[in-house]
């Protein structure tokens, strides 16, 4: 029952503007399921729904999977306003950020999930990018490069 009561949530959001969970308790209704407020804010979290703005200004619950490019056009937009510069030592990365930016700009870098990255090391405004191997440091510098622009 749940997880056909799931895939429904997941095709109601789809193909309606769902703004509340009343909403969506009131189509899962219309559609033979009656459930609780709580059931409701638990497959909300399972299915790891978010809310997005849409087009006439207001938030409307979406799927992940539906928002990856708008998730893409943010992380590269955090990175792009907070980076100022990049540098190398060996097999790390050093990219410089305004005060405060690090770790939002280092979480913009993990979520790019370029295989290449080990991981990133952020303080207050500065990142340490550890890369697996140093012959793709160059190319690194390159891709956040471009980001920047």
Known sequence: MKVARQTKIIEIIENNQIETQEDLAEQLKNNGY???????????????????????????????KDVGTIYDERVVAVFKESVLTVDAASFLVVLRTLPAMAQAAALAIDSMEWSEVVGTVAGDDTIFVAVREQKNVADIIERFKKLMK
């Open 34 to 64: 009656h459930v609780t407020q709580a059931t409701i804010s638990r497959d909300i979290k399972e299915l790891k729904l978010i809310k997005v703005m849409g087009q006439d200004g207001r938030q409307y619950y979406s799927s992940l």
